[in-house]
């Protein structure tokens, strides 16, 4: 009996206090309509006032265009000086159209296009008019072009482009207002059925107010056994069962986290993939790995064919020049690098890097680097070491297995990345080779692709013929390399493209070359 004194004592409660937020409901509408009424009008003015101020700048372009184009027929000085006039209103109808559209945020970028467009047929419409200067004949050459025609049809498109905006956006405001009121009025019938249905809530919870914490348990239960890992399990009863609802959500939270996790980083394995340069691996994987672990910086190094690894790549220090600092001090890192257990593939912390740097240079390094714990992530690919990634953190921070085993993961996505960045590296050098010694050889040699148009020729076969690479390429390889002979079976002369001759020696049409997919020839 007590308990239902408790419980009806709780609902009279809540009853008074539906009432009071329904009454709290109706007055703060009224005063919102209100002060919404008044601030929309205030926007229908500006609106009202912005569009007259466009029509005005409107008229300024039409008046320009008739003054430009009286000018060019009669070459009338009046003519020009009403343009001229009509320039001038029409900037300073710019600079208050501009000013009146900076309240709405997508207006300025179309009252830009206007200007933008206005600004290139004024540009166009003083060359004809200083063409006319010159004669009418000059005139009408230079207005054949059409240039100006073109851009104030395209300045009156986007004019009426604005006009038709600011129209829609009155319009717009005018329904606004008219709907205020009647929205005011709704919200005391929509607070109603609310309340009535908050009633018939609050019935249902007192009527089972014993059986529903059970029932919410076994339902969160079932869906955790069932692999839902996306439903929270709230339980708001401060009793054994809620005890019992605060674990099943910690549980729930750490599995849905470390699910997140695995898929943070399969989404890192995809980003690093399509990272070529040592750079952009680098900063890919911090940013993947940021939000797991919580590093805010990270260091690259390759390990070179003996062994040895050399710093290539920095992301997140805001001082560049820390790289150069890490360079000098070589020497003492390599003495302090647990090289053995990164090679084994173990992810190696370092909580403090107070306690670790043996020597004043490693503490000066450590000062400049600003950081104060290492994770030591080893990058290995087919059991071959291809060198470490380091990521840092600026306050002490020490690994636990979650993030020693997630660093281990993503090391081992980061290693096929680091491999696939190193062989790119060395294809773009070796590439790099052999276009210098192309273009070095001292005989005239040409590309072509297998249709026989020109891909590429060395500066030895710019010189012969008159063509550089840049005009030849793309051309039948016959119009770069003429022949000419002044009887048949006599010496054939290679004509350049000034019409110099020189003799042919040794000719040798373009050879196919299948590994490159295009043919090669040499004179």
Known sequence: MRRLRVQLTVLLALLGMLVLAWGAAIFLGARDAARSSASIQSSVDRVDELRRAATGLGREFVAMETSRRAYLLTGDRASRDARARAEVRAVEGFKRVSALSERWRNLPPLVSDVAAEYRAWVRT???????????AAAAALVASRGNADKHFRQLWALQARLEDQLARSQYSYARNQDRTYATAQALAVRTALMMLAALVLLAVWLRRAVGAPADALRSASGRLAGGDLETPVTLDVDNELGAVASDLETMR?????????????RHLSAQVVGATSLQRLTEVALAGLQPEVGATRAILGAARPGGDLV????????????????VKADA????VLPVGSLRAGQVVGLA???????????HELVGKMGVRSLALVPLLSRGRFLGLLALCWTE???????????LGLAGNQIAGALEAALRLEEAERAAGEARAVFYAIA????????????????????????????????RPYAEVLPIATDQVGGPADLVSRSGRRSRWRSPRPPASTPEAGSSAGST
Do not use: C, Y
Not at 253 to 265: K, N, T
Not at 332 to 335: T, W
Not at 355 to 361: F, L, Q, R
């Open 443 to 474: 005989d005239g040699v040409l590309l072509t692709d297998p249709f026989g148009r020109v891909t590429a020729m060395n500066r030895a076969l710019e010189a012969l013929t008159g063509w550089t690479e840049t005009d030849a390429r793309g």
């Open 253 to 265: 939270r750490r599995l849905a986290g470390r699910m997140e996790a695995l898929e943070r980083l």
């Open 352 to 362: 403090d890097l107070d306690e670790v740097a043996a020597t004043t240079a490693l």
């Open 332 to 335: 003492e890192i390599r003495h």
């Open 125 to 135: 419409g003083q060359t004809e008019l200083k063409a006319r200067r010159r004669g």
């Open 396 to 406: 002490r921070h020490q690994l636990d297995r979650e993030q020693e085993a997630l």
């Open 311 to 326: 710093l290539r790549a920095l992301a997140g220090f805001p001082d560049s020049g820390v790289a150069d600092d890490i």
